[in-house]
């Protein structure tokens, strides 16, 4: 038998699940906006997020190793070679050996890759500008804020 003890309990349990499903709903409406299948592939040739972001890794980081692909994206190094495989497959990077270690792989992007990376980060940004298009400047720097606290707390709880 629910006594009131449990049965408000419950019902500030069913409000935080309910705020929190709202804004994972919110999270999950901006994801889709800004994937590859909510712009309809426009700029980033239907490439995963996953796809986007290690060929984005391979970019920011020199001599990227497949290791540190999975490494900075939560893969397994398996994974991160089935990402690598398909980017290559797309010519958007290419495999060679480490300079300081004959062992180890390492990807870069090639001029296709690259020139991607510019298309993708383009149209992002115009989307996100047109977005906030309507927002005076006080919301949208309290929106650039809260993302950005969120982001981090998403980060350290990953970890």
């Given at each position: 038998m629910?006594?009131?003890?449990?049965t408000?309990?419950?019902?500030?349990?069913?409000?935080?699940?309910?705020?929190?499903?709202?804004?994972?709903?919110?999270?999950?409406?901006?994801?889709?906006?800004?994937?590859?299948?909510?712009?309809?592939?426009?700029?980033?040739?239907?490439?995963s997020?996953?796809?986007?972001?290690?060929?984005?890794?391979?970019?920011m980081?020199?001599?990227?190793?497949?290791?540190?692909?999975?490494?900075?994206?939560?893969?397994?190094?398996?994974?991160?070679?089935?990402?690598?495989?398909?980017?290559?497959?797309?010519?958007?990077?290419?495999?060679?050996?480490?300079?300081?270690?004959?062992?180890?792989?390492?990807?870069?992007?090639?001029?296709?890759?690259?020139?991607?990376?510019?298309?993708?980060?383009?149209?992002?940004?115009?989307?996100l500008?047109?977005?906030?298009?309507?927002?005076?400047?006080s919301?949208?720097?309290?929106?650039?804020?809260?993302?950005?606290?969120?982001?981090?707390?998403?980060?350290l709880?990953?970890?």
């Amino acid at each position: 038998m629910l006594t009131f003890h449990s049965t408000a309990k419950w019902s500030s349990n069913m409000k935080n699940i309910q705020a929190s499903s709202t804004l994972v709903e919110s999270i999950l409406e901006i994801a889709w906006h800004f994937s590859s299948k909510g712009i309809n592939g426009a700029c980033c040739d239907n490439l995963s997020l996953s796809e986007f972001q290690a060929l984005k890794t391979t970019a920011m980081t020199p001599d990227c190793s497949v290791q540190e692909i999975g490494k900075l994206l939560g893969f397994t190094k398996s994974g991160a070679t089935r990402i690598v495989t398909r980017l290559e497959k797309q010519d958007l990077v290419t495999k060679h050996r480490s300079a300081a270690d004959g062992r180890v792989c390492c990807v870069s992007p090639t001029e296709a890759g690259y020139a991607l990376l510019q298309t993708a980060m383009e149209c992002t940004s115009d989307r996100l500008e047109k977005a906030l298009a309507n927002i005076d400047a006080s919301d949208r720097e309290n929106v650039a804020n809260a993302l950005n606290v969120l982001a981090n707390a998403v980060s350290l709880a990953g970890k």
